[in-house]
């Protein structure tokens, strides 16, 4: 089995910053690429930041200049350092990460539970 897990959501400021992070655990053999989706009410998920196995990462618009993502590839684990923060980043946050498991060939999509974000003005 393999497991996400998030932490570092919370409630902030308009202007304050956060920091997620997601752990990858179980039977796993590498991890490829990494990324943060968030879900505001009554929206569709959407794809925040993405970090390949290299180091190559892509944002959305919305959050360039404002938000940074990194991973350690020693700890299977991505965090998202958002800074400058509003109220429309407010959104459940979800890491999700393409894995393969050991004794497994190809690589499986794998998500975490979700953190909550909530900006106030």
């Known amino acids: 089995q393999v497991q996400l897990v998030e932490s570092g959501g919370g409630l902030v400021q308009a202007g304050g910053s956060l920091r997620l992070s997601c752990v990858a655990s179980g039977m796993i053999f590498s991890v490829n690429a990494m990324g943060w989706h968030r879900q505001a009410p009554g929206k569709q998920r959407e794809l925040v930041a993405g970090?390949?196995?290299?180091?190559?990462?892509t944002y959305a618009d919305s959050v360039k200049g404002r938000f940074t993502i990194s991973r350690d590839n020693a700890k299977n684990t991505v965090y998202l350092q958002m800074n400058n923060l509003a109220p429309e980043d407010t959104a459940v946050y979800f890491c999700?990460?393409?894995?393969?498991?050991?004794?497994?060939?190809?690589?499986?999509?794998?998500w975490g539970q979700g953190t909550q974000v909530t900006v106030s003005s």
């Open positions: 970090i390949d196995s290299e180091g190559t990462t």
């Open positions: 999700n990460a393409d894995i393969r498991r050991l004794f497994y060939t190809g690589a499986s999509n794998y």
